[in-house]
């Protein structure tokens, strides 16, 4: 059984810094790629970035330059590092892969950003 688990969020002042965590388990971590979505309140989850089995990455217009995906295969972690935070990156972030055919994902991890 897919399972992620997400960590890292909180309350950051805008201009702040956050590193967000996600573990997995019951899969192949090192085969699977992964990605970051996020979902802000009323809006539709939208796509963050994402890395490949092999480490190429990709992220949203809308953060690059200022959010780092990244991957460690030997702890099955992947993490989202956020900087230069802005109040509507505000969202609950979660972390998704698809096996055998399914997509799963976390529970989410809240990240609100201050003005």
């Known amino acids: 059984q897919v399972q992620l688990v997400e960590s890292g969020g909180g309350l950051v002042q805008a201009g702040g810094s956050l590193r967000l965590s996600c573990v997995a388990s019951?899969?192949?971590?090192?085969?699977?790629?992964m990605a970051w979505y996020r979902q802000a309140p009323g809006m539709k989850r939208e796509f963050v970035a994402v890395?490949?089995?092999?480490?190429?990455?990709n992220t949203a217009d809308s953060v690059k330059g200022r959010f780092t995906i990244s991957r460690d295969n030997a702890k099955n972690m992947v993490y989202l590092q956020m900087n230069s935070l802005k109040p509507e990156d505000t969202a609950v972030y979660y972390c998704?892969?698809?096996?055998?055919?399914?997509?799963?994902w976390g529970q989410g991890t809240q990240v609100t950003v201050s003005s």
């Open positions: 998704t892969l698809t096996s055998g055919g399914s997509a799963y």
């Open positions: 019951g899969t192949i971590f090192i085969a699977k790629t």
């Open positions: 890395i490949s089995s092999g480490g190429s990455t």
